[in-house]
């Protein structure tokens, strides 16, 4: 998935509003983070001892969800978007 801190959300849409034309903008960090990455990091960072279990998506899940996303974030960044904060320092303000 594709994750942004809400502080850069923020600032992305203020952007928008101020610098933007109508239409459509994805607001987005530009690169995705694997969900095992991110559990298995808070994990590392909370020194959790917990055993994490993966399980198959139902097949409803399967046929209606994405596998891999990533925001396609070029018209935000032409305003001069970028992210401040990365997955790594937004999941230490969540912990």
Known sequence: ???????????????IMDKGENGTYNLGYGKSIEI?????L?????????K????SPPKFHKVVQVLDFEMNTDKVN???FRPKI???????TIL
């Open 86 to 92: 990365s997955f790594e320092e937004g999941l230490n």
């Open 1 to 15: 998935r594709d994750f942004l801190h809400i502080d850069d959300c923020v600032r992305g849409i203020k952007l």
């Open 42 to 50: 808070a994990k590392e960072r909370l020194k959790s001892k917990s």
């Open 36 to 40: 095992g990455y991110a559990i298995d």
């Open 78 to 80: 032409k305003l001069g």
């Open 52 to 55: 994490i279990k993966s399980i």
